[in-house]
């Protein structure tokens, strides 16, 4: 019942995608000694979702909402990021430490928001 909810989704969504960025940032600094290796970055969740929203607004009647067709789907992206050591190597253990924190944030935010929708539904239903 709770999973066709566009809530529950964006925060399966956030928690998912926080998932990837913190596999990214531990990859990073398992190869922190790597010759040549390349660190590399996903956009945050806000920034992928403002890009090109994959839910669309609900409209009551024709003209009610403005759609803007010109967004273009948003993919998770990586980018290089960071000077590169003499040994070529861009990992910076201090970025990628404050990544996991922030990456951290990310899923204990979509967390709570789960959390608080079931609480939501719950009451809703009368089941506390």
């Known amino acids: 019942m709770y999973n066709s909810l566009d809530l529950f989704q964006t925060a399966g969504a956030m928690a998912r995608h926080a998932g990837t960025r913190q596999a990214v940032v531990a990859r990073n600094i398992a190869n922190a000694d790597t010759p040549n290796f390349q660190a590399q970055a996903i956009a945050a969740f806000k920034d992928v979702y403002s890009e090109g929203a994959s839910t669309q607004m609900r409209v009551t009647r024709p003209g009610h909402v403005v759609r803007n067709s010109d967004i273009p789907n948003s993919h998770l992206h990586q980018s290089p ?9 861009t990992v910076s253990i201090e970025d990628e430490m404050l990544h996991g924190v922030e990456v951290s944030r990310e899923h204990n935010r979509a967390l709570t928001i789960y959390r608080h929708a079931m609480t939501v539904l719950r009451t809703s239903l009368g089941r506390n």
């Open 81 to 89: 990021v960071g000077d590169p050591s003499p040994n070529g190597n």
